[in-house]
Every structure is written in structure tokens, then in C-alpha cells.
């Protein structure tokens, strides 16, 4: 069973640090990883993707990827109220033939406080 | 760019009765169309894969005679909820994926189905 799995929070920040949104995965062969933000009652926004180790930015957000620990990671520096929502991680991989499939986590609540 | 709509955002609808719902890429070819159903509180949860002039793959425990779905070009897919029932009450949402992508699918806003 491939899964992906996050930490379904709530994660509570103060307005202003950082967010760090974790993200796990059990297939080794997944090639490509993605962030979407949901809003409650909206549908996913896709926020940015990476397919390489390594670090890559994008405004306030930070995408880190480490294949040899099968982790993802999302940073949301200068956290404000408007961030708060529930963040999706979501795997790409080579598996069954369903190339163009991704698997979601559950998301992470993130609340910013005023 | 990357804009994909869905139609109609909301309906209502007899126990019984069959929605039809559209979605479209609206500045980019879309190769394949997937369509998910969100319960409240839950994760997303894919119901089947549509590539266009193809038939549609299902997600195991789909039924693919009561989700009917249709892409008959590179811009629409459509869900057809047949026969629906107060259980089929959902959020349904549709995305696309575009020709030379990594793969990331773009989201239309979703279609809220209650079934009475």
C-alpha cells in the first residue's frame, strides 16, 4: 500500500515565525512532490512542487525534499492569518503503471494566531 | 494560466434523480481529467482517472455504472452521478493535468452535491 502521511495538527504558529509542515512517504520510487493549500470549503491550490533533493523557494514558502529519508517538507516563513488552512502533501510515483496519479496525505491544520 | 472551471458549483437534487457535472481546462490541453470526492473533515479521496478519447479508470470500490464519466476532448470531462442517493451528498472536485508537466494537477472550485 503506497501512502503518504502527515501530521493532521492543528499546527498553531504565532503571526509572523515560521511554519514547518512534515510530509512522509513510503515509496521509494516516487518521483515528483507537491503542496496544496485547502481552504475550509474551497478545493486544493497547488502551491509549489519538487522533484530534486534539496531546497527550493518560492516567495515565503520552502519546499525541502530528502529521497534517502523519503521525506518532504513545507516552510512558510513570516506565517500570517491568511496561511491558516488545511496543507496537503501529495506524491507522484512510478507504480502500477498510473504514472499521472497522485497520493495524498491527509493534510495538516495550520492555524496562524494573531 | 492553469485555470480549470467546474459547473455547476452547487446543486440540489431528488433522491433518484442524475447530476451531470463539467469540468474544463480553460487555457491549457488537458491530457488527463481525475475527479475526487471530499466528505467533510476527510481527506481527498480519487473516485477514477479520465484520459481523453478513452474509457475512464475507476479507484476500486467506484461504481463505474453509477459514476459515468466522459471526456470527450482535451478541455471537458464530465461526472455523471446516476441514480443518486443521500449518501452520494459529497463535494465533488475535478483536476487537470496539462501535456509536458511534472505531473501537478490544477484543481477546479468544486461542486457541491445534496442529494434529498
Known amino acids: 500500500q503506497k501512502e503518504v502521511e502527515q501530521n493532521s495538527g492543528p499546527l498553531s504558529v504565532p503571526e509572523g515565525a515560521i511554519a514547518s509542515l512534515n510530509c512522509t512517504y513510503s515509496?521509494?520510487?516516487?518521483?515528483?512532490f507537491f503542496w496544496y493549500r485547502q481552504y475550509s470549503g474551497k478545493s486544493p491550490e497547488l502551491i509549489m512542487f519538487?522533484?530534486?533533493?534539496g531546497d527550493k523557494e518560492d516567495g515565503r514558502f520552502t519546499a525541502q525534499l530528502n529521497k534517502a529519508s523519503q521525506y518532504v517538507s513545507l516552510l512558510i516563513r513570516d506565517s500570517q492569518p491568511s496561511d491558516s488552512a488545511t496543507y496537503l502533501c501529495?506524491?507522484?510515483?512510478?507504480?502500477?503503471?498510473?504514472?499521472?496519479?497522485?497520493?495524498f496525505g491527509t493534510g495538516t491544520l495550520l492555524a496562524v494566531q494573531p | 494560466g492553469a485555470v480549470v472551471s467546474q459547473h455547476p458549483s452547487r446543486v440540489i437534487c431528488k433522491s433518484g434523480t442524475s447530476v451531470k457535472i463539467e469540468c474544463r481546462s480553460l487555457?491549457?490541453?488537458?491530457?488527463?481529467m481525475f475527479w475526487y470526492r471530499q466528505f467533510p473533515k476527510q481527506s481527498l479521496m480519487l473516485m477514477a482517472t479520465?484520459?481523453?478519447?478513452?474509457?475512464?479508470?475507476?479507484e476500486q470500490g467506484v461504481e463505474k455504472d453509477k459514476f459515468l464519466i466522459n471526456h470527450a476532448s482535451l478541455t471537458l470531462s464530465t461526472l455523471t452521478v446516476t441514480s443518486a442517493h443521500p449518501e452520494d451528498s459529497s463535494f465533488y472536485i475535478c483536476?487537470?493535468?496539462?501535456?509536458?508537466?511534472?505531473?501537478?494537477?490544477?484543481f477546479g472550485p468544486g461542486t457541491r452535491l445534496t442529494v434529498l
Open positions: 501529495a506524491v507522484n510515483g512510478v507504480w502500477g503503471g498510473a504514472t499521472n496519479k497522485l497520493i
Open positions: 519538487i522533484y530534486s533533493n
Open positions: 515509496d521509494r520510487g516516487s518521483q515528483s
Open positions: 487555457d491549457f490541453q488537458a491530457t488527463t
Open positions: 483536476s487537470a493535468r496539462a501535456l509536458a508537466a511534472y505531473n501537478e494537477q490544477f
Open positions: 479520465s484520459n481523453e478519447g478513452s474509457k475512464a479508470t475507476y
